[in-house]
């Protein structure tokens, strides 16, 4: 009990990421069952509470193989009385959406919160999408967090009302929140959550039409509950004094907090902070909408709140102007401290006096592309498949570290659809092309939900050649464990499934397993594939070089080095273009803190590199 995570004493306070601020709220609800996908920025949420370790078997945690099982472990974990939390970043949740708009449906008796970790401004991420769209979609209420304090709050709270009124809930978050670090005051520690009594009852729990169409009503029941208590809601208060009304929801409302303080406009403006923002508290916000001439809205994303006060006031004859997105607040992006207060500036029909930003030299600095890995096998894997297809075949990608490898001089992503496409979208693609389609998917995204679209692609007959690029972890999101890791690392909580024998076990009988690093063994393969039909499965096996060194403690004893200048060195680094690789004008050289030793450039460049032993 030494982790500060897991202290006993109330009223201490701790700088805690806002993901370990949501670990120990769970904790001071009780939390029996985690389940998740990692997607950042949500990853380390299960990340902490797996080095907590089960906290003395305090709960269970697992990772799943997609959301949508992830969502249906913790669903049935909670049918049967355990309070559950499951965690994914915001695409995750269309994932998971199926289970997720029944299980509002039949309720949940143990209680579960939703984690969904937004991602505005895409910093890592294929979207902006904003998942208060599914608190109104399939009737979940929500809680948005703020600041770390209120993340480990909230959570505690989602979870005490998700098990209060049997309904699952929303907790919405985003990449500022989660990775924010802030005081946190810790509170009671409890012993975990006493699992509900239940006892069978289809005409709730299974939703045919019959017991569906009840059920809709039961949960406009609940969510009439959830209205009431979000009146009362200390998450959602009212301050400050004038007709000028602002409402602030989710991150929003810190960045108004400081625009305010900054501006010296707190006496200015009547505030009306949101926190629990789904169901609206209606005689709340009518109240303030009545109190005020005009009403500035802050919310990141959709204009959601925004719609919902207009559609409020016009109900209830409010004359009050409602304003928010505009030239300043924008669909797109994360808001900050000087955009609010310009916006509060224009707002009041004040100048907004913003302080000044230190001034950076980043002119004539060199642009920084994303990049793979020096030492990355995927690198290896696409020198390779460029040396046999060249610009003769179409490239479909997946969600990983390997779309990386979408620029010069690898180009190695044509197109790229969702987490798991890769093979489906490469299946339809290549019926419709004129060329090969060569389509590239990751172990942990083999996994996720590029199983179906193999069976799929062997089922309907399509022709494409898949590389699973298996290096042994779920390596974007910072190294978590999927089925196709090795047993000896995932011990005694996880079982390995083998991609070889899933592959033939879906119908699969081209099937070859190459090690990345040996290109002459990479290209055989891969020229063998190249001259057949069908669906083909190359499983190139490496370890991820960074999960090599730190987790299973493997490091080359050797690195690269160059032996004679000229043509063929400068050649190598712009067709492997190994980020090791420096040049000073046409000297060629190795940078050996970033050589991972992995000797592909000595393949490429036979007597041009030579390998020597690392620090002589």
Not at 99 to 108: A, I, Q
Not at 358 to 378: D, I, M
Not at 386 to 404: N, P, V
Not at 443 to 452: A, E, I, K, L, Q
């Amino acid at each position: 009990m030494s982790h500060p995570l897991l202290t006993a004493v109330p009223g201490e306070r701790h700088l805690m990421l806002g993901n370990e601020a949501i670990v120990r709220g769970a904790l001071e609800a009780g939390i029996n069952f985690v389940t998740c996908y990692p997607g950042t920025p949500s990853s380390e949420v299960p990340d902490t509470f797996r080095r907590l370790g089960g906290a003395d078997g305090r709960y269970r945690l697992e990772y799943s193989v997609n959301e949508k099982v992830a969502v249906e472990v913790a669903a049935g974990a909670s049918l049967a009385g355990a309070m559950s939390l499951v965690t994914m970043k915001h695409v995750g949740v269309n994932v998971a959406a199926d289970p997720l708009l029944t299980m509002t449906y039949v309720g949940l008796p143990g209680g579960l919160v939703m984690l969904s970790a937004d991602d505005p401004g895409c910093h890592s991420s294929q979207n902006e999408q904003d998942n208060r769209h599914y608190a109104r979609f399939a009737g979940l209420p929500c809680f948005e967090p703020a600041t770390a304090q209120e993340a480990k709050d909230m959570t505690r709270d989602a979870l005490l009302l998700a098990r209060d009124l049997e309904q699952p809930v929303l907790l919405r978050t985003t990449t500022r929140l989660n990775h924010l670090r802030g005081p946190v005051e810790t509170g009671p520690l409890p012993e975990p959550a006493a699992r509900v009594k239940i006892a069978k009852n289809p005409q709730r729990f299974v939703p045919v039409p019959a017991v569906a169409r009840g059920r809709h009503q039961a949960l406009e029941r609940a969510l009439a509950q959830a209205r009431s208590r979000a009146e009362q809601s200390p998450w959602n208060r009212m301050r400050g004094k004038g007709r000028l009304g602002v409402i602030g929801s989710g991150i929003a409302r810190a960045y108004l907090a400081d625009a305010l303080y900054a501006g010296g406009w707190e006496d200015r403006v009547r505030v009306l902070d949101l926190g629990m923002t789904w169901p609206l508290p209606e005689e709340m916000l009518s109240e303030f909408l009545s109190s005020c001439d005009r009403v500035l809205v802050l919310e990141e994303g959709a204009p959601l709140l925004e719609r919902d006060l207009r559609a409020l006031a016009q109900h209830r004859a409010i004359p009050v102007s409602i304003e928010g997105k505009g030239d300043i607040l924008t669909l797109y992006g994360e808001y900050s401290t000087s955009a609010v207060m310009r916006a509060l500036a224009a707002f009041m029909g004040e100048t907004a006096s913003l302080p000044e930003a230190p001034v950076a030299a980043t002119e004539n600095l060199p642009g920084r592309p994303p990049n793979l890995c020096a030492g990355c096998s995927h690198r290896a894997v696409y020198y390779a498949v460029r040396k046999t297809f060249g610009d003769d075949a179409f490239y479909s990608s997946d969600i990983g570290c390997y779309t990386l490898g979408m620029l010069p001089p690898l180009r190695m992503a044509d197109f790229l659809v969702c987490m798991g496409s890769s093979v489906s979208a490469g299946s339809g693609f290549a019926m419709a092309a004129d060329k090969p389609v060569v389509a590239f998917i990751g172990d942990s995204t083999f996994f996720h939900s590029g199983m179906t679209g193999l069976a799929n692609a062997v089922f309907n007959r399509h022709d494409l050649l898949i590389i699973v690029l298996d290096n042994g972890t779920t390596a974007m999101t910072g190294h978590q464990p999927n089925p196709g890791m090795l047993q000896d690392v995932l011990g005694e909580s996880a079982v390995h499934l083998d991609i070889e024998s899933v592959v033939r076990g879906l119908g699969v009988t081209e099937v070859t397993k190459v090690k990345a690093y040996n290109l002459r063994n990479l290209l055989k393969a891969l020229e063998d594939m190249k001259a057949k039909s069908g669906v083909r499965v190359i499983i190139a096996e490496e370890p991820c070089v960074l999960y090599a060194r730190r987790t299973l403690k493997k490091v080359s004893p050797q690195i690269a080095t160059v032996a004679e200048q000229g043509a063929e060195a400068r050649r190598c680094l712009e067709e492997l273009a190994c980020p090791a690789f420096t040049r000073d004008g046409d000297v060629v050289g190795v940078d050996e803190t970033l050589c991972a030793g992995c000797m592909v450039c000595l393949q490429v460049a036979p007597g041009v590199f030579r390998a020597r032993k690392r620090g002589e």
